[in-house]
């Protein structure tokens, strides 16, 4: 029998929950030329080499979600585009979009590279980026990302657009940071041809300082929002955790993801991998299931397909993140760098 089963052979990876499991992110690096503050301590351990899956595993990965009714794959990080010769598995993934097998491949980036790369990315297929930017001051991103250079990601950006790439700033609303320049931000990503999206900080992973002195609950960035534009929910559905509201003065989308002040769970679609394999069920749950493992130990994916199998039919109701005064030690001990975003 031919160990990588047909497609239509396999039935879809349904939880027991009754959700349908088709969307992964894939982390393809725990690295990043960037060290922001709600991400990373400023000195992080990375992972020995030796422990991350090569390219050529992490495609043999993706195949077998794909096979078993993956029809989205997002490829995270750390910074992907910092990983030596990631263009090699977004050329060999490709092959799945050209079959029909997947609907969307896509990433998420800092976008420091994005002038190197995008016209490669567009020419494996890929239709959209998110780019992760909180702040337009050069400044406050340096003081936010430590070592970043905004330049090169406005460069980055450019070059997405002018290749034809769709491009979506996800922006972490940061307390006393840049929630003043939110309205600012709507403004100029709209006037670009941008969607927007603020996200709540997650309290994953041991960082310098407290998370509460970082957390700006999005209700309130709505409602000062609210105050500046005519916000109208829009039917917009990503498939993803995001609420969208069409603004009328600009005349773009802008969305809000909010893990802490509304739970978005019962609808979860997705699973996450990190670049060793671990596959975690929730972003905000420690299980996982080691899939380096019976994916080293045989050529075919018989033995993967039954840990993803096992795996997913314990993926659990929803996550449990709380940030207060009282909570001191993160939800989750790993940083959003290792599951990717
Ligand atoms: N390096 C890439 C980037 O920054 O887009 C991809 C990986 S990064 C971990 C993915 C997303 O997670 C980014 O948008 C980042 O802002 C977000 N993120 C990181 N840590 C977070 C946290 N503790 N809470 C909420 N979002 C976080
Ligand atoms: Fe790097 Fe992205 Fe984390 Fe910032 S958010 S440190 S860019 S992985």
């Known amino acids: ?74 490829i995270t990080g750390g910074e992907p585009l910092v990983r030596r010769d990631i263009m090699h598995l977004f050329r060999s993934l490709s092959r799945h979009l050209d079959s029909g097998a997947l609907d969307e491949l896509t990433l998420t980036t800092n976008g420091s590279q994005l002038e190197r790369f995008a016209d490669e990315l567009v020419a494996c297929g890929v239709r959209r980026v998110n780019v992760s930017l909180d702040t337009l001051d050069a400044a406050k991103f340096r003081a936010i990302t430590r070592w970043g250079d905004l330049g090169k990601v406005m460069a980055g950006i450019d070059r997405a657009q002018a290749a034809g790439l769709a491009v979506k700033i996800n922006a972490v609303a940061l307390k006393d940071v840049n929630e003043v320049e939110a309205p600012a931000m709507v403004e100029w990503a709209h006037a670009r041809g941008l969607e927007m999206t603020f996200i709540e900080v997650m309290p994953m992973g041991e960082i310098e300082g407290q998370r509460v002195d970082q957390y700006l609950p999005l209700s309130q960035l709505r409602a000062d929002l609210a105050r500046r534009f005519t916000l109208i929910p829009s039917m917009h559905a990503s498939g993803g955790p995001a609420r969208y509201f069409d603004v009328r003065e600009t005349g773009g989308r802008l969305g809000f993801i909010t893990p802490l002040t509304h739970n978005f769970c019962e609808s979860c679609n997705r699973v996450r991998i990190t670049c060793t394999g671990t596959l975690y069920m929730c972003l905000g749950q420690e299980d996982a299931a080691d899939l380096r493992g019976p994916l080293r130990q045989s050529d075919g994916d018989h033995l993967l397909n039954a840990a993803i199998r096992a795996a997913i039919a314990r993926k659990p109701k929803g996550h449990d993140f709380i940030i207060d005064r009282t909570t001191r030690r993160p939800a989750v001990g790993r940083h959003m760098s290792v599951t990717g975003g």
């Open 1 to 74: 029998m031919n160990a990588h089963a047909p497609v239509a052979a396999v039935s879809a990876l349904v939880d027991r929950f009754g959700r349908a499991i088709d969307y992964l992110r894939v982390s393809v690096t725990d690295r990043c030329d960037f060290r922001c503050v709600y991400c990373m301590s400023e000195d992080m351990n990375f992972l020995p080499k030796r422990d991350v899956l090569t390219l050529e595993e992490l495609d043999r990965l993706c195949s077998a979600f794909v096979a078993l009714g993956t029809r989205k794959l997002r």
